[in-house]
């Protein structure tokens, strides 16, 4: 079982960037797929993103493809979500979340999968 912390999400305008890093302790960081989920007001919680153990392989949700970019970093144990061209919809708590895995590439987008999350952090986009 690993910790992980979620910092870098505020208030941005619409069309605006953040980027969003999940400090990851407890545990060797290599031996995890990451992944990025966020929640709504009132919605389920939702898939963003995931990346493999190094990062070789990495799986977006609809709504994240071509804006969002996630990556991750072994050594500082931090994985990252990049947000470009921001929308309103995308105004969620967005959670950081790890599963142990001992494949290397096959990341999951279900939240079900991953068995350590973060308490999240507050996103919201103004129109």
């Known amino acids: 079982q690993v910790q992980l912390e979620e910092s870098g999400g505020g208030l941005v305008q619409a069309g605006g960037s953040l980027r969003l890093s999940c400090a990851v302790s407890g545990g060797t960081f290599s031996n995890y797929h990451a992944g990025w989920f966020r929640q709504a007001p009132g919605k389920e919680r939702e898939f963003v993103a995931a990346i493999s153990r190094f990062g070789a392989n990495t799986m977006y949700g609809d709504s994240a493809k071509g804006r969002f970019t996630i990556s991750r970093d072994n050594a500082k144990n931090t994985v990252y979500l990049q947000m470009n061209s921001l929308k309103p919809e995308d105004t969620a708590v967005y959670y950081c979340?790890?599963?142990?895995?001992?494949?290397?590439?096959?990341?999951?987008?279900?939240?079900?999968?991953?068995?350590?999350w973060g308490q999240g952090t507050q996103v919201t986009v103004s129109s």
């Open positions: 979340a790890a599963r142990y895995a001992v494949t290397l590439n096959r990341v999951r987008s279900s939240a079900d999968e991953y068995k350590d």
